[in-house]
């Protein structure tokens, strides 16, 4: 069964950084795309970056562009978001999300999801 957990959340200062977990367990990334989505109070969850199967990477959030990247260990099943210069407007719960092969900035072409690990940016 393919599980998604997510880690590596928490509070941090405006301009701050964190880097964001997704361990998968029950699948291989070298057929699978991983997704970052993140929901903020009141708000749709949104697209924010992606990598595909083959490890392409995908930018689907303009605001994140530059200061987001992504990246993915295929030895340990985990992508990883590396969050820099970070913004009060980046607070959102964030999850990842897998599919096969290709990414897609839709939320609903993604069956299965992690929990969410709670980025808080605040001064």
């Known amino acids: 069964q393919l599980q998604l957990v997510e880690s590596g959340g928490g509070l941090v200062q405006p301009g701050g950084s964190l880097r964001l977990s997704c361990a998968g367990s029950g699948f291989t990334l070298q057929n699978t795309a991983i997704g970052w989505f993140r929901q903020a109070p009141g708000k749709e969850r949104e697209g924010v970056s992606c990598?595909?199967?083959?490890?392409?990477?995908?930018h689907y959030a303009d605001s994140v562009k530059g200061r987001f990247t992504i990246s993915r260990d295929i030895a340990k099943s985990t992508v990883y978001l590396q969050l820099n210069s970070l913004k009060p407007e980046d607070t959102a719960v964030y999850f990842c999300?897998?599919?096969?092969?290709?990414?897609?900035?839709?939320?609903?072409?993604?069956?299965?999801w992690g929990q969410g690990t709670q980025v808080t940016v605040s001064s």
């Open positions: 999300a897998a599919r096969r092969f290709s990414c897609s900035s839709y939320r609903y072409d993604y069956k299965y």
């Open positions: 990598i595909t199967d083959s490890g392409g990477s995908l």
